[in-house]
């Protein structure tokens, strides 16, 4: 995990965080590496009577034989207008044959093998699996009213949950290969869950001592399903929809294809980076998450604030098409260039291998963040000889009436005024700081 390092959190920090649990990533220009035209992939376009509405593009490649499958980039952001995520779940289902999905597992899930680590890794990997099995355990908890009898009676209870059996089919066995112990009590109101460490037998010292739930920090409400996570919340605060509760990637053709958390922390960590602030503010369990919430709070008791709020995503979103070069971002260069180049290789890698199959699907999709898609463009042009074969398709995000929210003309731009001076002090603070450097 890492760790929490003393800093000062400005403003901008704050809205930038925000704006990466919206969109989470942008453009990333390749240095070494020779590039096509890129074109924007999300527009904000005002119509004749004060309709602002915000756009994200899809766009099918074809080889550039001209032969073979054909891949459409599907754009998204994370939080928006429920017909939105209806009419992408519509075409994703029925005009696709494969569909290649943004979703970040949780910690314990890496697909980096076991053996590979050291024993301290492995015990970190094994602690991260105890307490994924903890939350699918409380999960079932939440829907049955008492624990499983087994492990094999909760992945039962989870067998229409695609992604969540995935998660526990790996999560119940160690990183030394034994099987977690699960032992509930007699009337399954409360549990014990214990990895016996490397030699598989109770006590033992150092790498071999026992891993035990009740040596952790209780689970937060969040990850209790008690409390609604950030991006959940910024969406209901302003009177819009997230994408992971509108839309169900459990279909037959659907595959994710990306990293977990614990795999972004080690190589965020390994390149000097922190990516402690962000992923606190996603699971619940860091300082940044109170603070925001606080922040929502109270403009949920402003009136006309949540349509304010849905004109500054907007106007955020359709603005900031760099993160990478600005500062005052929670872990930096090193964060961005893992969760965008480090997880659009991860596409690249699942396309490769769909794609060398005898029979490979004819119609593929990949529905990631709008901020992906440059870099992830570039990447299949170079690496698997991909061109775009038609314009930029459009699919409308969220859809705001200046004049029925009341919000002035004038509000408006200074409101976008404003984005753009936080984004000029975000710049001059990291100017100022590479010159002190």
Known sequence: MISHRHRTTSWPSILLALTLLILPSAAVALADEEQHEPQAWIRLVEDDDSTLHMDVGMRTFEHVSGEGPTITLVGAVHIGARPYYRTLQRMLDNDF??????????????????????????????????????????????????????????????????????????????????????????????????????????????????????????????????????????????????????????????????????????????????????????????????????????????PGAAQRGQLMMMEMLSQVDDLESLPGMPGGEALLRVIIRDRNQVVIDDLQSFLSRENPPTRIAVLYGAGHMPDLEQRMLDQLGYRPAEPMRWNTAMRLNLNRAGIPRMEHMMLRAEIMRQLDAARAQETNGSLLR
């Open 97 to 302: 044959d494969l569909v290649l999905y943004e979703g970040v597992n949780p910690e314990g899930t890496s697909s980096t093998r076991d053996a590979e680590l050291t024993q301290s890794e492995r015990a970190d990997r094994t602690r991260n699996r105890i307490r994924l099995v903890a939350i699918l355990l409380e999960q079932v908890k939440r829907e049955t009213g008492s624990y499983p009898e087994s492990l094999d009676a909760l992945a039962e209870s989870l067998a229409n949950n695609h992604r969540a059996s995935t998660w526990l089919e790996t999560a119940r066995i160690d990183a030394w290969g034994n099987p977690l112990n699960y032992i509930p009590n007699d009337d399954r109101s409360a549990f014990r869950l214990v990895s016996h460490g490397s030699d598989g037998r109770p006590g033992g010292r150092n790498h071999a001592a026992d891993l035990d739930f009740a040596q952790q920090r209780p689970l937060n409400p969040t990850e209790l399903g008690a409390e609604p996570g950030l991006q959940a919340r910024l969406a209901r605060t302003f009177r819009l929809s997230f994408q992971l509760e509108e839309m169900d990637e459990d279909g037959e053709h659907w595959v994710n294809s990306d990293m977990s958390i614990d795999e972004i922390n080690r190589r965020v960590e390994a390149a000097g980076g922190d990516g402690s602030m962000l992923f606190g503010m996603l699971d619940g369990s860091g300082g940044m998450m109170r603070l925001a919430g606080a922040m929502l709070s109270l403009v949920e008791a402003i």
